[in-house]
């Protein structure tokens, strides 16, 4: 069975589209099921903000064909493990959670940082989401390939 990841901000627009596009290209799709998610649905439907389409081709990541769509309750029961950006959406979500075990799965991206909103910020501010979020995702991928070693 695979493992299932979902990465959450709150718009599913800029920065959870681009950490699903990064992850998904340093993963097995055999082995590995990522998809994102906003707290908010103001999107919904919509295709990833243009800067971040931007930035993830520049790296060679194809993220133009994803659609903003909003966290569900049923996603406890989909996902293994929920990384969410910042403080904000680890509240969000947490809050939806009905059980400690829904809870525990939920965690920022980044252990101890936030990943910034770069809505209202310019290209410069994608390039440093992208780079955060390339870091994090080397870290989950060497975090998943450790938790699969042999004790
Ligand atoms: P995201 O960025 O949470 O990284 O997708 C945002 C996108 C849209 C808005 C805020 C943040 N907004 O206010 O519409």
Do not use: W
Not at 89 to 107: R, S
Not at 124 to 148: G, M, P, Q, R, T
């Amino acid at each position: 069975m695979k493992t299932t990841i979902l990465v959450v901000c709150l718009g599913n627009i800029c920065r959870s589209p681009l950490a699903e596009g990064v992850l998904k290209s340093k993963l097995s799709p055999i082995k590995f099921r990522v998809d994102s998610a906003g707290t908010a649905g103001f999107h919904i439907g919509e295709s990833p903000d243009y800067r971040s389409i931007k930035i993830a081709a520049k790296h060679g990541i194809d993220i133009s064909l994803q659609k903003a769509r909003a966290f569900k309750v049923e996603d406890f029961n989909i996902f293994d493990r929920i990384y969410v950006m910042d403080r904000n959406n680890l509240e969000n979500i947490k809050l939806l959670a009905e059980t400690q075990e829904e809870k525990n799965k939920v965690c920022l991206i980044l252990e101890n940082e936030e990943v910034p909103d770069p809505y209202y910020g310019d290209e410069n501010d994608f390039k440093k989401v992208f780079d955060l979020l390339n870091n994090a995702c080397n870290k989950i991928k060497s975090d998943l390939i450790s938790s699969f070693r042999a004790p």
